[in-house]
């Protein structure tokens, strides 16, 4: 038997305890990563996942998730979701009831309503404020009137200025929600789930909702989560690679801090942070942007604690 617990991304301090209680009362991994990921996606406080998150340069809320099951090593996802603020619970929906992995705008939402699940609107007044604040900085000669701002994006993008200004936005102005849980059979499940990176180009799909490159799981020898600058770990399966260097020997610390250690490698702008567990519910964070905060809770907690990862700083 193992002894059940959970992990998260800073951001699920406030929550961890949700899915802690459902692995307490003998409930399975996917259970208590979904309802812990759906708590932080409700908080409209948190503009980086769920309802309230940042919208994207035309001022629409996208969300990004995907759920993997380590144990049948099924996972669903979904992409640029407008209407719905759980998109983790669609993306459970697309692994146990489609023959699919990645559904995507209109067709997820389409898939959602049919599940039953409730449209609403994400932007809040929160989010439209910050919203309107870039449009008033960002286009100081221009009015605010829309036209005129998606004029300035073109120009941008013509200038190939586009990637500059991408990567400035990348440094601050994102977050996702990880978490990682192993049910008292030992099966391991990843969730993640986000708004993207603020102010992103409208259909802009970030590694939240990439199987292998935010999330993977897989049972025999554990599951990994990422946050940070999805460009990047798309490139490099980041998620999966954890799982790859566990499965060849790695202690899950020496995976998290060999993966860093891979984005590092690519040169660019950019932070990731990573979560693990391994298959006997070790646990290790790593990141190359700041040392890396993540909570953990067993079953026999009340609360969870606080651990730090590590600290790999590219050169
Ligand atoms: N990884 C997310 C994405 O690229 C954003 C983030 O975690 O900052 O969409």
Redesign the pocket.
Known sequence: MTLARIIGTRNTRGVLHIGAEILRNGGSAIDAVEATVNAVEDNPLDQ?VGYGGIPNLLGEVEL?ASIMDGKTLKAGAVAGIKHHKNPISIARKVMEVTPHVLLIGEGAELFAEVMGFKKCELLTNRSRKIYDAFLRDAIQELDESFNRYKKYLEQYIKNYRLREWYEKLTLKH???VNVIAIDSKGNICVGVS?S??ALKLPGRV???AIIGA?NYADNRYGGAA??????L?IRLSTAKSIVNYMKNGLSVKEACIQAIKDINSLNEIGGVSCIAMDKNGNTWAASNRRIPIYYYMDIEMKKPIELKGTLIQAK
């Open positions: 980086t990004d994102h977050g996702t986000t993207g990176t970030g590694d939240s935010g990422c946050t940070g600058r999805g460009e770990t």
